[in-house]
């Protein structure tokens, strides 16, 4: 009797255990943790549980609310944990979710949705993969010449505008859907073609007028008057003399008439017969680049033909005396080399390139530089009657050497020009015109006075190098 009394005592016992069980589940929850941690929030309670959020329009991230089977019950086919919550199916589409209420389970079924993917843009700053396979479409293209290196800088940018300009798409540098498919379409526009230049046409010189030749006119040296100018003017449009027309048939126009028979007759005599002068003024008469010499015209310093003073210069380098640039400015080192080419020839030495210079300048007599002849006095100049031996310094310095020395020291001197390219002639350790001239294109270059005397710093220069001003 006893112990039927203790099983019927802790019979209602456990009664008591799960009603309070079962009314600690269906407690209602609390308002104020809801609107603090929004739907869903765990509930305080003796087992914690999520509430059922409250129904919402189906988005393209959420899953759609299916309606629970009214015949799950506790006992149905849902797996459930120990605590009674049921547990996610890993198969990913049925997800039962443990809804208590009146000991009736709900399943909420929620399929497996997987979002639209969206085309990524391509803009200033990206990089990667998608915009090295950018960069190789717009080369294959045309429109980019850079190297496809997956960084989309500014000459991506400015070949995208340049497609998009092409292909009528908004001009802004960005790769977004519609600029990527006309690019990866077959329809894509290639740049436009650059037309080629059109060649300039050059048009043949017209011929002058042909005079009436008289067959028995034969244009030589030393003759004048109105047939050779007129065959002075022509020989200047054809290129082969430089200058003005002298009417005088000189060495010069001689050289040209040479020219031109070489280059357009079978013959060359330097004599302007019938059939050279029908040549010359036919409009078959080919001209030249290269002119034979300068005629009726005095060059010097400051004078404004370039033409004229690049042939004077070309003539004077030809023959070694001139080492500048032939660039038609008649400058110093113009001068001097006139100058030289004056003192070896035996003319009057100027500087100026008149009638008789230009004459023996373009002849077949005129002497070369180094030819190993020493220059006589010209013209009026002073000649020199007699030259002085120079010794050295006892005390090491330098000597001053000007024109009319001698000995070893001008010898040494000559020969310090020569090895720098300033003195052409034979190094005779005379001190005479050539060296005055050689030592003024020496001070010339190293901003030195231009006396043509060899002082102390001249020859410190030339032997020892360049130094400081002042020094």
Known sequence: MENRNKKRLLGVLCLA???????????????SGRNQAGSGATVEGPFPM????PPQEPTDTVAPIITP?????????ASLSPWGIATPNPSGFVTPTATWGGGVISLTVSPSITPEPTSSVLKLGANGPAVRSLQQRLKDLRYYT?????????GTESALKAFQSRNKLTVDGIAGRATLNRLNSSNALPPTPTPKPTPRYTPTPRPTATPRVNPNLYLKVGMSGS???KMQERLIQLGYLSGNASARFDAVTEQAVYAFQRRNVSYADGIAGPMTLEKLYSSSARGTSSSAGVIGMTLERGVKDPAAVRRLQQ?????RYYTGAIDGDFGVSTEAAVRAFQAANGLRVDGKAGDSTMQRLFSSNAIGAGSGTQPT???NATPIPFYVDVTPNPQGGYVTLREGNSGTLVR??????????YFRLTVDGLYGVGTTEAVREFQRRKGLSQDGVAGPATQRILFEGNYPAGS
């Open 412 to 421: 040494n001197l000559q020969q310090a020009m020569k090895d720098q390219g």
């Open 227 to 229: 047939d050779v100018r």
């Open 17 to 31: 255990v799960i009603a309070i069980i079962l009314a600690g589940c269906t407690a209602t929850p609390d308002d």
């Open 146 to 154: 850079g190297s496809v290196d997956g960084d989309f800088g500014k």
């Open 50 to 53: 999520r509430t059922t959020p």
């Open 69 to 77: 089977d009214p015949g799950a019950t506790a006992g149905g086919t």
């Open 377 to 379: 006095a010209p013209g």
């Open 315 to 319: 003539k004077l380098k030809d023959l």
